[in-house]
């Protein structure tokens, strides 16, 4: 079967999900109270399967859908400040066919990226119990088996961790006390390919406060281009 084949079998495998019983009550309490803004809104209300290019040399991993984003849309960083700003920088950098996602069948299409989290389900104030991104982990796991992307883009230090967690599981690293979070910084693995990348998570903290700009993630996603393009080249 092809990678894209297979993901949707694995997407079907995440959205029925239950394996966390305070992140289930939490996703179905929201989607039934809703944001009195969204209030004429179905919501999704179940975990988030990844989003993008089956075929993919980039993925970037998240931390977990917004309560009122992707718990709404169905669709990662879609609907919310995060990927307001993420899309666009994404689009910008010849990642993304447009710089809005407003909701799924919006148009929006991804041309050489996944898009994928730590967590499915979107977590009571953000913040993942150790023991859910541990049940959630072998969905990525199973993703970067199907797609084997060349770069990986962590955003912030729990998907960063948790992508490092899968590896000294695999026995490709021994521990994570060689491989510091901060943005930009980037890393060759001892296992080889994918290379890891590292920014800080696009959340309304970290952007309206100005420890994350655009010109800042822009950057980032030049190097990833970069090593990318020089490893095709060579």
């Not at 399967?49 to 709404?72: C, K, Q, S, T």
């Not at 993420?86 to 929006?108: C, F, I, M, N």
């Not at 953000?126 to 023991?131: F, R, S």
């Not at 797609?147 to 899968?166: E, K, Q």
Request: a positive charge.
């Amino acid at each position: 079967m092809s990678a894209e084949t297979t993901l949707t079998v694995l997407e079907r495998e995440i959205t029925e999900c239950r394996k966390c019983p305070r992140l289930v009550r939490h996703r179905e309490e929201v989607a039934r109270t809703k944001r009195r803004a969204f209030r004429e809104w179905t919501y999704w209300g179940r975990p988030v399967p990844a989003f993008g290019d089956p075929g993919a040399e980039l993925m970037i991993v998240g931390l977990a859908p917004a309560a009122h984003g992707a718990n709404r849309t169905g669709r990662m960083f879609t609907g919310d400040r995060s990927g307001d700003f993420l899309y666009a920088q994404l689009h910008r950098a010849g990642w993304a066919s447009q710089p809005t996602s407003v909701q799924a069948g919006d148009g929006l299409v991804l041309r050489g990226l996944l898009i994928s989290a730590a967590v499915r389900c979107a977590p009571p104030d953000n913040k993942p119990l150790p023991g859910e991104i541990r049940n959630c982990a072998p969905f990525l796991e199973q993703e970067l088996e199907l797609v084997r992307p060349r770069a990986i883009l962590a955003l912030g230090a729990i998907a960063f961790n948790t992508y490092l967690d899968l590896l000294k599981r695999q026995a490709k690293i021994a521990s994570r006390s060689a491989f510091t979070f901060r943005h930009g910084a980037s890393f060759a693995l001892p296992a080889g390919p994918p290379r890891l990348f590292a920014s800080y998570h696009p959340s309304q903290q970290n952007t309206q406060t100005g420890r994350l700009t655009p010109a800042m993630f822009a950057a980032v996603l030049r190097r990833i281009r970069a090593f990318l393009d020089a490893k095709t080249s060579a």
